[in-house]
C-alpha cells in the first residue's frame, strides 16, 4: 500500500477551501509547482445530485446536500465531518467528541471547497479596534489571561482587503461600509453594487427609528442618542455577471446551497487555478502526519488515500516539498499537528513548542430569535438571498466592550426556516402543524385541521409575516477551550477523532444576554409577537443569567466560525505562527485560515481570512525561505 518515493513539488498545501483556493491560485501564477492534498471528494460541475438530496432532506440544515450521508456512523467515515443534528450527541452519531461543559454547535464540510459551500457569503471587514482588544479595552484581572493584541492593525490589512473583495466577487457599497473607523482608499469601489435591501430589512430599519435612549440604557453604548441604521451587508454574491457566475436571483437557500452558483465557493478559484497547468489536486487524500527533519523544517507530509466515503484505506504515502501550507480548518489544522509525533520526537505535536495548539477554540455564538408581525402587517420573507442586511455602526465597537462581548444583527430573509427552538423548521413545520391540527409551532392554537383554499390562505397569511434575527456574538479566547485527540474514538482510517472542551466566559455570556434583550426590544418597537422560547435545562448549549431579577435560560448556537486555535501573535511564547502566518518552530511551515485570529473580532471570518492568505501567499512568491 505505501508508495515507494514520495511525489515532490514547490508547495504543498492541505486543504481546497478558501484559504486553500485561494493559496493555490496565487503561488500558481506565481510559477509554483503546487499539490493540493483534499480529504473529501471532487465538486462536482453539475450540481444536480447534491440540490436533489437537499429537495429530499426532510432536516434541511446545512450539511443536508453533501456527503457522507447524515446518519452514518463516524467511526466508519473515511473523513468524518460534525453535523447540526448532532450536537451534543453520543459519539457513535457523532463526529466531534464533546467534552463540554457546553457542547460546540458550529459545523464544518470535509469536500472540495470545504465549508465554503454552505456560507452566507457575509464579506464584511473588521473594525480597527477589533485587532487591539487588548490594549484598547483589557481593564482588569477577571479577563482572560490569554488576551492579545492581532500582530498586524487594518492599515496593513486594507489593500489585500480590497484584493480579497476582488477574489471572492463582493457586492457592496463603499459609503454603506465606512462606520468604526474602517477606511477606504479614495478611489476605491466594489467590483458590484450591493445586493438591494428586503422588505424585512425595510421593517426592521422602521422599528429602529422608534428606539429612545432610555430604551437602549443597558447595551451602554457611547453616543445612545445617535440613530439606529440598516446597512446593507457586503456579500461574496453577484450583483452583475462576474467571474462567469450568474447574478443572484433570490433565492433563500444560500444555506446550504445556492441552486444556480451566483454566490462564491472555492470551486471558482481551484479551477483558474488549474488552468495554469501548475496545479495537481489529490482527492479523499487525508494528511496523517507532518514529519520534521533534523533541521525542525519539515520534510514531507504522510498521506492516507481512500476510495469510498466508507470502506478504508487504499494507499498510504508521502509527499515532499520547499513550502507546507496548512489550510484545513481551526479544528481539522490542529488535529493533523497533534497527531503528528514523530516517533515521540514531537510527542506535543508539530508547531506546539508554546503548547497553544488546539487552545483558545472560538467562535460567535449566534443567538436566533423569532417572531410574527401583527395580522395586516406582511413583511414578505423568502424575497432575496437568505439576509441582505445587517445592524452593525453601534453595536460592534464601543467602550462597553470593555466589559461585555459587541456583537453584529443578521436580519433574515427566510422566515422561521432556521430550525425553530429544535423541533423543526418552516415550511414544514407550520404546514404540518395545519394540516394535522397540531400545534407545535404555536400558531394553531385552535389546533384545527385546515385542507384546500384554507389552508393555503392561512399559510400565506402567517409566513409572510414571519420575522428571524440573528446575533453573532464576540468569543473571548480562553486556553481550556480547545481541540485535542480522542483516545477512544477513530475515525474509518483508524485516526483520533478531535474531541472539544468548550465554554463561554462571563464577558461572552453578558454579550448574549444584551443581544437577547435588543431582540426583545426591537420585536416590541415591531409590535411583532415573539416566539423565541427558553429553552429546557438539558440544552447542550445554554445557561442562566438573571435578567431583570429573574434567572433566565438563554439557548445558542455555532456560527460555522471556527477560530483561534494556531493563533498569530508577535511573541513565540504566546502565539503558535507571526503576523505571516508562518510556524515560530518550523521555517517552512506556514498555517492559515481563520485558526490564526487571536480574538473573533465582529465581523464573520471569511474576508479577512481570505486577505491574510493573499498577504501570505506574497511572502512566499517573494522571500527566501531558505
Known sequence: MCADKCRECDVVIVGSGVAGALMAKRLAHGGK?????????????????????????????????????????????????????????????????????????????????????????TSLRLVPNDFRMASVYKRSDDWPTGLIDWPIDYDALNSWYGEAETELGVSADVRDQAY??????????????????????????????????????????????????????????????????????????????????????????????????ALDIWYRTVAKEVVIGENGWVSRINYIRYKQDIGGPIEEGCISAKVYVLAGNAIETPRLLLMSKNGGRTAAGVANRSDLVGRNLMDHPFYVAWALMPEGRPVYPYRGPLSTGGVEDLVRDGSFRSDRAAFRIEIGNEGWNFVVGGIGGDPDLTTVDLVTGRNRS???????????????????????????????????????????????????????????????????????????????????????????????????????????GKTTRIAFGGAGHLMGTYRMGSDPRNSVVNSDQRSWDHPNLFLVGSGVFPTTATANPTLTLAALVLRTAGVILHKDLG
Open 33 to 121: 509547482s503546487v499539490v493540493i492534498l483534499e480529504a473529501g471528494a471532487k465538486i462536482p460541475p453539475n450540481i444536480n445530485a447534491y440540490m436533489n438530496r437537499f429537495f429530499r432532506a426532510s432536516n434541511k440544515v446545512p450539511e443536508s446536500p453533501y456527503t457522507p450521508q447524515l446518519s452514518a456512523d463516524p467511526a466508519w467515515v473515511n473523513a468524518g465531518r460534525p453535523t447540526s443534528l448532532m450536537i451534543g450527541a453520543k459519539p457513535e452519531q457523532s463526529y466531534l467528541i464533546q467534552k463540554g461543559p457546553l457542547a460546540f454547535g458550529s459545523t464544518y464540510e470535509r469536500i472540495g471547497g470545504g465549508t465554503a459551500l454552505h456560507w452566507l457569503g
Open 442 to 548: 404555536e400558531v394553531n392554537e385552535r389546533n384545527e385541521m385546515m385542507f384546500g383554499g384554507k389552508l393555503v390562505n392561512r399559510l400565506n397569511d402567517l409566513i409572510t409575516r414571519q420575522i428571524r434575527l440573528g446575533f453573532l456574538v464576540e468569543q473571548t479566547p480562553d486556553r481550556r477551550n480547545r481541540v485535542t485527540l480522542s483516545e477512544q474514538h477513530y475515525d474509518g482510517l483508524g485516526l483520533p477523532r478531535p474531541a472539544i472542551s468548550y465554554d463561554l466566559s462571563d464577558y461572552t455570556k453578558k454579550g448574549i444576554v444584551a443581544a437577547k434583550r435588543t431582540a426583545d426590544l426591537l420585536f416590541e418597537k415591531m409590535n411583532a409577537r415573539s416566539f423565541t422560547k427558553d429553552p429546557p435545562p438539558e440544552h447542550p448549549m445554554s445557561f442562566e443569567w438573571p435578567i431583570d
Open 180 to 277: 468604526l473607523g474602517i477606511r477606504f482608499p479614495d478611489d476605491y469601489s466594489y467590483r458590484m453594487p450591493g445586493i438591494p435591501l428586503s422588505k424585512v430589512d425595510a421593517a426592521v430599519a422602521a422599528a429602529l427609528t422608534k428606539f429612545t435612549p432610555g430604551d437602549i440604557g443597558f447595551l451602554e453604548l457611547d453616543d445612545p442618542h445617535r440613530p439606529w441604521a440598516v446597512t446593507s451587508t457586503p456579500a461574496a454574491r453577484n450583483s452583475l455577471p462576474y467571474q462567469s457566475r450568474r447574478v443572484c436571483a433570490g433565492n433563500t437557500n444560500c444555506i446550504p446551497i445556492c441552486p444556480i452558483q451566483a454566490k462564491y465557493d472555492p470551486t471558482v478559484t481551484l479551477n483558474e487555478a488549474l488552468d495554469t497547468g
